[in-house]
Structure formats: structure tokens, C-alpha cells
């Protein structure tokens, strides 16, 4: 047999003396490996229930799944071709022992068959081709034949599938299954149209498929359909008491070598699957996709029992590579421990339930409530202390007191560039009346405000000394008091030199001079001021920044 190909052996027997009475039952089946033989063919060794006597007579019924044995011809073909694939088999069965008589029937899917090998006694019958019967065959008798015929079928392999079941005991099992899908048909040649493929889906794109059926059991429920880009809504669905079916629609129609990946995820009730036996608790759900006619060649299975579950034990009904591992999700503390089963080149004939046994106290289910409990209780005790307790500072602290004294010498600050600004402003209305004198000529207004800016200077200048000594007494003031003390001498110097260009200014009015006598004798004047503005203003932006 082709080694690498046999997926699974299925052994009923029936067995008596005479005409045999049919009975069912499984035998064990073992790899054997003979010395001198061929790597390239398997051997089976298989186990009778009990030995066999002369004259017994025992029919064995052996069945063999193949993958990846059709073969697509031509290997490329156009969105309009049919699709052909070639089978290349034996006519006479390969067997260790001499065989009396043997026959071959290859059903096809349909009866256009392209080409076959004709042997002596072939006969076709619509979709099938029977080879025999033989005669008196040797062992390892060989006859090679191939078959070229039409198939429409959906070659539809998942190179890998992880199947995540994860158990709770609040009554849910969640199942979440990746699939890497690819076509393994003939490559589409060319370009692929999709109106022509809409327009006239059949037979246009004959070689791709675009839909899958899985079928779910039958309280499935939450189910979704999703990939990368998001949930994907071309999907139906229909139960009844006894299944759940999913027809799902990829986002493209698939042609040969072309591939998709997606996700399903749907839940199940936990009485369904969970049973108890002997002081353990065993989960007993299927091993295979729930896909239908899908070929798997990387299948891994992942079952993900609830935290502090010990005792682990699987039972299969067939080979398969286990091992363990641990998952951390929410509220996990040791983590959840994980079962995790491999098989390669699995069919839909590995669909077979699979027991998973373990040990769990009901005790452990209460530890995420607690921990959830205890979180809120432990968030409200404190949100509570922190409410009413006092955090601050002490009135009577070294540190306390420091801050009291710096408040008081900001505020002492904030009043002195108010005074300052003021003073300014008294400035500016000064200068106007001076461009009010070039206007009108009016001398008795001008004068008039002249007198009114100096009681208001007057003023402000006596508001300004206790503030100054109020500043000077403060230790913390030490380095801002002479800046202070600077700003209020360049603003006295400012109003000074104010007063004799406006005292030069109404004089020249008074002497009936012109207006550019008047500018060249304030002229040096004038650039004092500016440059005495200038620098009460730095000031002031530096005290500012304080």
C-alpha cells in the first residue's frame, strides 16, 4: 500500500463454519515490518479475535483511505475548462498471500471518462469500470491501470487546522476552529473573470468551488464565521433536533491552488458533553473537523480544561501524538492546563469522539468569584480611606510654613506689576496729550493732564513702599527683592524723564517754536525713555515668570 497516503483501516469481520453469520467488530491492527520488503510499501499486521481452526473460515473487510491520489491532468486549466484527474491504481490487489479469486469496481462520480486501461475481462457500466474477476493470483501479484475521468468534485485540503476547545463549568464548551484551505486541483491558466463567472457559473469556473458545509451538533449555538478582514456574512445556517448545519461561503470562489483562511467559533452546552465516571469527570466530543469532505493534512486539537484540573488522561480511537502545555487567560492564576493532540492526513472517517478524562474539585470554581470579591472589596476599603483621611500638609511643619511665606510673597509680586502697570498706563496718557498738543495747540488741556498723570504717580509711588519693605522682610525673597527694587528705580527714572520732555515739549508751545526745533531738542530725551521702557519691561516679564 502507499505509505505515506493510508490515512485509516476500519476492520469488520464476520466469521463461522459454512454460511458465515455477520457480525461487527474491530480488530487490532498493527504496523508490521517484514525484513526484504520494499519502504515504499506498508504492512499491516492484523490480530483475530481468537485463533483460527481448519475448515473455519474467516472475511475480513478491509478499508483504506487515500489522500493526495487523484491527481489533477491537465495540471492547468481556464476559468471555461472541465476538470480531469487521472487515478493510477492495481487491478489485482497487492497481497503477501496467494489469492484464488480477486475483482476490481471503480466508481466514478459520472460516466465521461475520458480514457482507461483495458485489461482482459474490463467491462464498463455507466460510471463504473470492473477489472476481473482474477484467478489464481501470486502474492504481490501487480497490475497497473490508470483512469482519466471528469471530477466536480471540491478538492478542498486544510493544510492546517487548530481546533481550541476550551471547557467551563459555568456550562459552556467553546469551540474555535483555524482553517489554512487551499484547492489542490488544477491551477486556473490565465486570468479569472468574475462576471463571466456570475453571469454563467456553470459552466464557467467548473473547477472551483465555493461553498463547504460543516456540520455542527446539534445545540450549537453563538456560532460566528469570520477571517483577517473581518466577520464575513455569507453564511446560512439551519437545525433541527438532531444537527446543525453551516453552509459557509468564502469571499472569493476557489480554483486550483489558490487559498483562504478563516475562522468558526461556536458554542456548546456543557451537559452535552461533560459526563462523570469512577470519581473523574470526561469529555467526550468529536476529533475531526466538522466539515464535510474535507481532507486535513496538519490537524491540531487543543482542549483546554478548567484551571486546577490534574489526572489527565485521553482515550482515541487511533494513533495520535499528544502533549501537554498550559494557558494563561483571565483571572488565571497557575494557568489552564491544555491537552494538545496531533494526527496527520486526517479524513472525515477520523470524525470519531475522543474521551478526555480528569479531576476537578467544585471548590475551584469558586476561586475567580472570590477573586473578583476580594478586587472590589480591597478597590471600596480604600477608595473609603483615601476619602477620609487627611493627607495634608501640617499646619504647624517647617514646610508648611515655607509655603504659607512664598504664597504671601507671590501675592506681594502680583501687586507690585499691577502698580507698575498702572504706572505705565499713566505714562502712555502722558505721551497722548503730548500728540493731542500737536494736533490742537490746546496748551491749558495739555497741562492739565500733565498735573493729573503727576498726583496719580504720587499716588501709586506711595502704594508701592510697604510693599517693598513687606518684601524685603521675607527670607524666601532674598534673590527677587533687588530685581523688584531695580524695576521700581528704572520705572522712577522713566516717569522723571517723562515730565522734562513733556515740561521741553509745552515750553516750545508756550515760545511759539517749531515743531522741528522742538523734536531736536527732545531728541536725546526721547531715546532715554525708549531705552528706559524697554528695560522696565524685561523686568516685569521676569518677575513674571516668577
Given at each position: 500500500?502507499?505509505?505515506?497516503?493510508?490515512?485509516?483501516?476500519l476492520?469488520?469481520l464476520?466469521?463461522?463454519?459454512?454460511?458465515?453469520?455477520?457480525?461487527?467488530?474491530?480488530?487490532?491492527?498493527?504496523?508490521?515490518?517484514?525484513?526484504?520488503?520494499?519502504?515504499?510499501?506498508?504492512?499491516?499486521?492484523?490480530?483475530l479475535?481468537?485463533?483460527?481452526?481448519?475448515?473455519?473460515t474467516?472475511?475480513?473487510?478491509?478499508?483504506?483511505?487515500f489522500?493526495?491520489?487523484?491527481?489533477?491532468?491537465?495540471?492547468?486549466?481556464?476559468?471555461?475548462?472541465?476538470?480531469?484527474?487521472?487515478?493510477?491504481?492495481s487491478?489485482?490487489?497487492?497481497s503477501?498471500?496467494?489469492?484464488?479469486?480477486q475483482?476490481?469496481?471503480?466508481?466514478?462520480p459520472?460516466?465521461?471518462?475520458?480514457?482507461?486501461?483495458?485489461?482482459?475481462?474490463?467491462?464498463?457500466?455507466?460510471?463504473?469500470?470492473?477489472?476481473?474477476?482474477?484467478?489464481?493470483?501470486?502474492?504481490?501479484s501487480?497490475a497497473?491501470?490508470?483512469?482519466?475521468?471528469?471530477?466536480?468534485?471540491?478538492?478542498?485540503?486544510?493544510?492546517?487546522?487548530?481546533?481550541?476547545?476550551e471547557?467551563?463549568?459555568?456550562?459552556?464548551v467553546?469551540?474555535?476552529?483555524?482553517?489554512?484551505?487551499?484547492?489542490?486541483?488544477?491551477?486556473?491558466?490565465?486570468?479569472?473573470?468574475?462576471?463571466?463567472?456570475?453571469?454563467?457559473?456553470?459552466?464557467?469556473?467548473?473547477?472551483a468551488?465555493?461553498?463547504?458545509?460543516?456540520?455542527?451538533?446539534?445545540?450549537?449555538?453563538?456560532?460566528?464565521y469570520?477571517?483577517?478582514?473581518?466577520?464575513?456574512?455569507?453564511?446560512?445556517?439551519?437545525?433541527?433536533?438532531?444537527?446543525?448545519?453551516?453552509?459557509?461561503?468564502?469571499?472569493?470562489?476557489?480554483?486550483?491552488?489558490?487559498?483562504?483562511?478563516?475562522?468558526?467559533?461556536y458554542?456548546?452546552p456543557?451537559?452535552?458533553?461533560?459526563?462523570?465516571?469512577?470519581?473523574?469527570?470526561?469529555?467526550?466530543?468529536?476529533?475531526?473537523?466538522?466539515?464535510?469532505?474535507?481532507?486535513?493534512?496538519?490537524?491540531?486539537?487543543?482542549?483546554?480544561?478548567?484551571?486546577?484540573?490534574?489526572?489527565?488522561?485521553?482515550?482515541?480511537?487511533?494513533?495520535?501524538?499528544?502533549?501537554?502545555?498550559?494557558?494563561?487567560?483571565?483571572?488565571?492564576?497557575?494557568?489552564?492546563?491544555?491537552?494538545?493532540?496531533?494526527?496527520?492526513?486526517?479524513?472525515?472517517?477520523?470524525?470519531?469522539n475522543?474521551?478526555?478524562?480528569?479531576?476537578?474539585?467544585?471548590?475551584?470554581?469558586?476561586?475567580?468569584?472570590?477573586?473578583?470579591?476580594?478586587?472590589?472589596?480591597?478597590?471600596?476599603i480604600?477608595?473609603?480611606?483615601?476619602?477620609?483621611?487627611?493627607?495634608?500638609?501640617?499646619?504647624?511643619?517647617?514646610?508648611?510654613?515655607?509655603?504659607?511665606?512664598?504664597?504671601?510673597?507671590?501675592?506681594?509680586?502680583?501687586?507690585?506689576?499691577?502698580?507698575?502697570?498702572?504706572?505705565?498706563?499713566?505714562?502712555?496718557?502722558?505721551e497722548?496729550?503730548?500728540?493731542?498738543?500737536?494736533?490742537?495747540?490746546?496748551?491749558?488741556?495739555?497741562?492739565?493732564?500733565?498735573?493729573?498723570?503727576?498726583?496719580?504717580?504720587?499716588d501709586?509711588?506711595?502704594?508701592?513702599?510697604?510693599?517693598?519693605?513687606?518684601?524685603?522682610?521675607?527670607?524666601?525673597?532674598?534673590?527677587?527683592?533687588?530685581?523688584?527694587?531695580e524695576?521700581?528705580?528704572?520705572?522712577?527714572?522713566?516717569?522723571?524723564?517723562?515730565m522734562?520732555?513733556?515740561?521741553?515739549?509745552?515750553?516750545?508751545?508756550?515760545?511759539?517754536?517749531?515743531?522741528?526745533?522742538?523734536?531736536?531738542?527732545?531728541?536725546?530725551?526721547?531715546?532715554?525713555?525708549?531705552?528706559l521702557?524697554?528695560?522696565?519691561?524685561?523686568?516685569?516679564?521676569?518677575?513674571?515668570?516668577?
Open positions: 500500500m502507499l505509505r505515506h497516503r493510508l490515512l485509516v483501516l476492520r469488520p464476520s466469521e463461522g463454519k459454512g454460511k458465515s453469520k455477520r457480525s461487527l467488530a474491530n480488530l487490532s491492527v498493527e504496523e508490521a515490518h517484514p525484513k526484504g520488503m520494499p519502504d515504499s510499501v506498508s504492512f499491516y499486521s492484523v490480530s479475535p481468537k485463533p483460527l481452526s481448519k475448515g473455519d474467516l472475511t475480513l473487510e478491509v478499508v483504506a483511505a489522500t493526495n491520489v487523484l491527481q489533477p491532468f491537465p495540471e492547468k486549466i481556464s476559468q471555461r475548462d472541465i476538470h480531469l484527474v487521472m487515478l493510477q491504481e487491478a489485482q490487489y497487492l503477501p498471500y496467494a489469492v484464488e479469486s475483482s476490481l469496481t471503480i466508481k466514478l459520472n460516466a465521461r471518462i475520458e480514457s482507461y486501461t483495458k485489461l482482459e475481462n474490463t467491462k464498463v457500466q455507466g460510471s463504473e469500470i470492473k477489472y476481473g474477476p482474477y484467478k489464481n493470483l501470486a502474492q504481490y501487480y497497473p491501470i490508470v483512469v482519466h475521468f471528469e471530477s466536480k468534485a471540491a478538492f478542498a485540503v486544510a493544510e492546517k487546522l487548530v481546533r481550541e476547545i471547557v467551563s463549568h459555568w456550562g459552556n467553546q469551540v474555535t476552529e483555524h482553517y489554512n484551505l487551499v484547492h489542490r486541483g488544477a491551477q486556473l491558466k490565465g486570468e479569472f473573470s468574475r462576471l463571466e463567472y456570475q453571469n454563467r457559473p456553470n459552466p464557467q469556473g467548473v473547477s468551488f465555493r461553498h463547504l458545509l460543516a456540520r455542527l451538533p446539534p445545540r450549537a449555538h453563538s456560532i460566528y469570520r477571517d483577517d478582514i473581518g466577520n464575513i456574512s455569507t453564511s446560512q445556517m439551519q437545525s433541527d433536533s438532531k444537527k446543525t448545519e453551516l453552509l459557509i461561503e468564502p469571499r472569493f470562489p476557489l480554483f486550483g491552488g489558490w487559498k483562504t483562511f478563516f475562522t468558526i467559533g458554542g456548546l456543557l451537559s452535552d458533553f461533560l459526563f462523570a465516571s469512577e470519581g473523574k469527570r470526561f469529555l467526550d466530543i468529536s476529533f475531526g473537523s466538522p466539515m464535510l469532505d474535507l481532507v486535513t493534512e496538519k490537524l491540531i486539537v487543543q482542549v483546554v480544561l478548567p484551571e486546577g484540573s490534574k489526572d489527565i488522561s485521553v482515550t482515541t480511537p487511533f494513533a495520535i501524538k499528544q502533549s501537554h502545555e498550559i494557558k494563561y487567560s483571565h483571572l488565571d492564576i497557575a494557568g489552564r492546563p491544555v491537552v494538545v493532540l496531533e494526527k496527520d492526513n486526517v479524513v472525515p472517517d477520523h470524525n470519531q475522543i474521551q478526555v478524562y480528569y479531576k476537578f474539585s467544585n471548590i475551584n470554581l469558586l476561586s475567580e468569584p472570590l477573586m473578583l470579591i476580594t478586587g472590589f472589596f480591597v478597590l471600596f480604600t477608595c473609603i480611606i483615601y476619602t477620609r483621611a487627611d493627607f495634608s500638609i501640617s499646619k504647624s511643619s517647617a514646610a508648611y510654613l515655607a509655603k504659607l511665606q512664598w504664597d504671601e510673597v507671590l501675592a506681594t509680586l502680583q501687586e507690585v506689576q499691577n502698580i507698575i502697570q498702572k504706572c505705565l498706563a499713566a505714562h502712555d496718557k502722558l497722548a496729550s503730548l500728540r493731542d498738543l500737536s494736533r490742537t495747540g490746546d496748551i491749558q488741556t495739555c497741562k492739565a493732564a500733565r498735573k493729573s498723570t503727576d498726583s496719580l504717580l504720587k501709586l509711588s506711595k502704594d508701592l513702599r510697604p510693599l517693598l519693605a513687606s518684601l524685603q522682610s521675607f527670607p524666601s525673597a532674598s534673590q527677587i527683592s533687588p530685581k523688584v527694587e524695576l521700581v528705580a528704572k520705572e522712577k527714572e522713566l516717569q522723571e524723564k517723562l522734562a520732555k513733556h515740561t521741553t515739549v509745552v515750553e516750545g508751545y508756550e515760545k511759539k517754536s517749531s515743531g522741528r526745533d522742538i523734536e531736536n531738542r527732545i531728541a536725546s530725551q526721547q531715546q532715554k525713555i525708549v531705552a521702557r524697554q528695560e522696565v519691561d524685561d523686568l516685569l516679564e521676569f518677575i513674571d515668570e516668577i
